[in-house]
């Protein structure tokens, strides 16, 4: 007969909302950035809660926070969680749910099925969203992967331009040691998230299991010009950066949208120098994101991309150049977590279809060392990397009950 998994519906409320105290924006956002005292005051109370829960807990040298349930048999953990930080401002739901998701299924595991055979872990990574520093590229388990070079602590920088040794000593945590985060021992990851885009909903349904997720290509381009008087100096003299630059940015978007789903392109972030009305600038500075399931295409189109960037300075005179900030190529689930998943979701009677993944998470850096997969929850009105972000408890519940169920099939 198949195992029910009963979640405390109201137990989840309460954490979803008492998380997002840490970091809160307006009524419904948040804006918790890795390393700030806001993000330290969350991994504490994820530490508070899995140490309630009977787990035994600890923060690893780059700042993740674990929590562990102890398997009858040796060998390699099976891992659940998310990332503890937001986007700025983002909504109380991506990464968080996740953390909060793993904490509620080993809380409930434990309570209803007793000790596991399998060692059972989550992790409350440190950082996915670099929405402090532009180059963090999932630090939290790129340091649990081995995956952090030995300069990037001393090299990358915040938009203020701190350094991430000097965030990391400023919450008590040593950047020396960040090697020391690195694990061997786990054998599946598995991820549960909010699905932050709008096909579930489209569908009628509450959870997906996440067959793969896209690549990713960050650009940072600058194109310079000459500052000069706006009123005084005629169009036909100036150097003006920002006509090639728009250029730039309305052709990018429009390849992208041209092509059409799965392939996606944008431009989310600009700087204008010095940015004043009365001043023509002298660099135009902006971002480029483009993602692609498949890897040949994502190449394709960003080759397209740079093209087009070359093109558009070359005609305008307008010297350009761009550093690729991040780079991540396309992965897949496990097929078999994929299968294990659907089935737990059979079993709790939980309606559940799935789909790829239009966001990219830190399942894609625990591949290179464990097998991953995911668990969706519907989001509202597909809406996410924004305080508008929602998810309903009803939906959380359902995902958890997933995700727990599917935990208990691997380690029980
Ligand atoms: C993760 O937050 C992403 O940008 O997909
Ligand atoms: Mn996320
Ligand atoms: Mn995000």
């Given amino acids: 007969m198949a195992v029910q998994v009963a979640i405390d519906h109201e137990l989840v409320e309460r954490m979803i909302h008492d998380l ?25 109370q994820v ?36 990332h ?9 739901f991506d990464g968080a749910l996740g953390v909060i998701a793993g904490l509620v299924a080993l809380r409930t595991l434990r309570e209803q099925f007793g000790t596991p055979r399998r060692t059972l872990e989550l992790v409350s990574f440190c950082e996915e969203e670099s929405s402090r520093f ?25 938009y203020d331009g701190v350094t991430i040794a000097d965030a990391m000593r400023a919450v008590g945590l040593d950047p020396g040691r960040i090697p020391q985060a690195a694990r061997d021992d786990i054998e599946v990851f598995i991820e549960l998230h909010v699905e932050q885009g709008p096909i579930l909903e ?38 003006d950066p920002m006509l090639a630059a728009a250029e730039m940015i309305s052709a990018v ?3 992208a949208r041209e092509i059409g789903r799965p392939a996606v392109t944008t431009v989310g972030r600009v700087l204008v120098q010095p940015n004043f009305p009365a001043i023509i600038p002298e660099k135009v500075s902006f971002t480029i994101d483009v ?3 498949d890897s040949a295409r994502l190449a394709d189109l960003c080759a397209a991309h740079e093209q087009t960037l070359r093109t558009i300075a070359s005609r305008h005179g307008r010297a350009t150049s761009w550093q690729i900030t991040t780079s991540h190529p396309p992965c897949s ?37 464990a097998r991953v997969a995911m668990v969706f929850v519907r989001s509202v009105g597909g809406r996410s990397h924004t305080p508008a972000e929602f998810t309903t408890t009803d939906d959380a519940v359902a995902g958890i009950r997933v995700l727990a169920a599917g935990l208990r099939r691997l380690a029980y």
């Fill in 20 to 44: 997002a105290r840490y970091g809160a924006w307006g009524e419904t956002g948040v804006v918790r950035k890795v390393y700030t005292p806001e993000w330290a005051g969350a991994q504490q």
């Fill in 47 to 82: 530490m508070r809660w899995a140490e309630e829960a009977g787990l035994h807990t600890w923060q690893d040298a780059v700042g993740n926070v674990w929590a562990r349930l102890q398997g009858r048999e040796d060998g390699p953990s099976i891992v659940t969680g998310s």
């Fill in 84 to 92: 503890i930080d937001s986007q700025a401002p983002g909504g109380r």
């Fill in 134 to 158: 532009p180059a963090t590229n999932f630090w939290g388990s790129r340091a649990v992967t081995g995956l952090i070079g030995p300069e990037e602590p001393e090299t990358l920088r915040d």
């Fill in 202 to 239: 489209q569908q009628g349904l509450p959870i997906a299991v996440v067959t793969g997720f896209p690549g990713i290509r960050h650009y940072l381009v600058e194109v310079r010009g000459r500052a000069d008087h706006a009123g005084a100096m005629p169009m036909d003299l100036r150097q």
């Fill in 253 to 255: 978007i429009a390849r």
């Fill in 291 to 293: 993602r692609h399931p």
């Fill in 333 to 369: 689930s496990d097929p078999e977590l994929v299968r294990l998943l659907v089935e737990a979701a059979a079993e709790q009677g939980i309606p559940a279809t799935t789909m790829p993944s239009g966001a990219v998470h830190d399942a894609q850096r625990m591949a290179h060392i």
